[in-house]
């Protein structure tokens, strides 16, 4: 269960009925004992990645509807794939008064946290189109993104449940509800996992749950900040105990950055990095 953000859980408690001792959360024994075995650990990492990128600072960059259909069309995609059948989405699909949405320019710089350019402005595809679209035609025109026959029927199968919750294909009143409410909403539609539902309210609703795609599971396993058997469910949870609310934006968009410039899968560049001091994976013990 995601913690709330910020907030403080005891490390054992009793069961309601019997009065005996639960277990111990793993996931917050693991954080407390970080603490205390690698003090200022997570400030090193932090503050070592913004003397490197910067420190990026929250800033819309969609609206949540399209958030959560182009993170469908990047699942186990690259987002430059992603972005180009979202494109086309749009231009198979388009909003009634803006036709041309899409042939703007391309945004100047990529988003933060985005592996590809970011998708143009405009207004986003006529949902209502794509959830009742034959799905043969939707997986057409997502093809440039991959997997087109598994993420069509995901895609509708979303918007039709958040249609008949809602009334209509809008994800905003998300940012009116409590967090923990915010990401069963979302992680109970199929098809939508933790992470999908963290990147949908923290880049729309600067909500602090933190996202753990391949590169922050990567890193953050590398470095020790979590266990290297954690699940990236698990490696969400421990982050929400480690992290304080305001930090978790900066950490997720400076952890990727990290794994795609210097701490790659394959030959990391540790000569370029300037957490290599207290790094698990170069040195074992370092505290
Ligand atoms: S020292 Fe090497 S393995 Fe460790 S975080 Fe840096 S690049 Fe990655």
Same mark, same amino acid.
């Given at each position: 269960?995601?913690?709330?953000?910020?907030?403080? !859980?005891?490390?054992?408690? !009793?069961?309601?009925?019997?009065?005996?001792?639960?277990? #111990?959360?793993?996931?917050?024994?693991?954080?407390?004992?970080?603490?205390?075995?690698?003090?200022?650990?997570?400030?090193?990492? =932090?503050?070592?990645?913004? &003397?490197?990128?910067?420190?990026?600072?929250?800033?819309?960059?969609?609206?949540?509807?399209?958030?959560?259909?182009?993170? @469908? =069309?990047?699942? +186990?995609?690259?987002?430059?794939?992603?972005?180009?059948?979202?494109?086309? =989405?749009?231009?198979?699909?388009?909003?009634?008064?803006?036709?041309?949405?899409?042939?703007?320019?391309?945004?100047?710089? %990529?988003?933060?946290?985005?592996?590809?350019?970011? @998708?143009? %402005?405009? &207004?986003?595809?006529?949902?209502?189109?794509?959830? /009742?679209?034959?799905?043969?035609?939707?997986?057409?025109?997502? *093809? %440039?993104?991959?997997?087109?026959?598994?993420?069509?029927? *995901?895609?509708?199968?979303?918007?039709?449940?958040?249609?008949?919750?809602?009334?209509?294909?809008?994800?905003?009143?998300?940012?009116? /509800?409590?967090?923990?409410?915010?990401?069963?909403?979302?992680?109970?539609?199929?098809?939508?996992?933790?992470?999908?539902?963290? @990147?949908?309210?923290?880049?729309?609703?600067?909500?602090?749950?933190? #996202?753990? &795609?391949?590169?922050?599971?990567?890193?953050?396993?590398? =470095?020790?900040?979590? %266990?290297?058997?954690?699940?990236? &469910?698990?490696?969400?949870?421990?982050?929400?105990?480690?992290?304080?609310?305001?930090?978790?934006?900066?950490?997720?968009? +400076?952890?990727?950055?990290?794994?795609?410039?210097?701490?790659?899968?394959?030959?990391?560049?540790?000569?370029?990095?300037?957490?290599?001091?207290?790094?698990?994976?170069?040195?074992?013990?370092?505290?």
């Amino acid at each position: 269960m995601t913690p709330a953000p910020g907030a403080r !859980r005891p490390l054992v408690t !009793r069961t309601r009925r019997s009065g005996k001792r639960a277990k #111990p959360d793993p996931n917050r024994a693991w954080a407390r004992r970080l603490e205390r075995t690698r003090p200022g650990f997570v400030e090193f990492v =932090l503050e070592g990645l913004a &003397d490197l990128y910067g420190t990026p600072t929250y800033e819309r960059r969609n609206d949540p509807t399209s958030e959560l259909v182009l993170t @469908i =069309l990047a699942q +186990n995609s690259a987002d430059i794939n992603a972005e180009a059948a979202f494109e086309s =989405l749009r231009r198979r699909y388009p909003f009634a008064s803006s036709a041309a949405a899409a042939d703007g320019p391309a945004p100047d710089s %990529p988003p933060p946290g985005w592996g590809g350019v970011g @998708i143009r %402005p405009g &207004d986003p595809p006529d949902w209502m189109a794509v959830e /009742l679209a034959p799905v043969e035609d939707l997986a057409d025109a997502i *093809r %440039p993104g991959g997997l087109h026959n598994l993420k069509a029927p *995901r895609i509708q199968s979303a918007l039709r449940i958040i249609r008949e919750a809602r009334g209509d294909h809008s994800l905003e009143f998300l940012g009116d /509800l409590e967090p923990t409410a915010a990401l069963a909403f979302l992680t109970a539609i199929p098809g939508i996992g933790v992470k999908t539902a963290s @990147i949908v309210l923290l880049f729309c609703f600067d909500i602090p749950y933190m #996202p753990v &795609d391949r590169h922050v599971e990567r890193v953050s396993k590398r =470095l020790g900040l979590v %266990p290297a058997k954690a699940s990236p &469910d698990d490696a969400h949870v421990i982050f929400g105990h480690l992290l304080a609310p305001d930090r978790v934006f900066e950490a997720h968009v +400076n952890l990727i950055t990290h794994g795609r410039r210097i701490c790659h899968s394959q030959r990391p560049e540790h000569e370029r990095c300037p957490l290599v001091d207290r790094c698990r994976f170069v040195h074992p013990k370092a505290f």
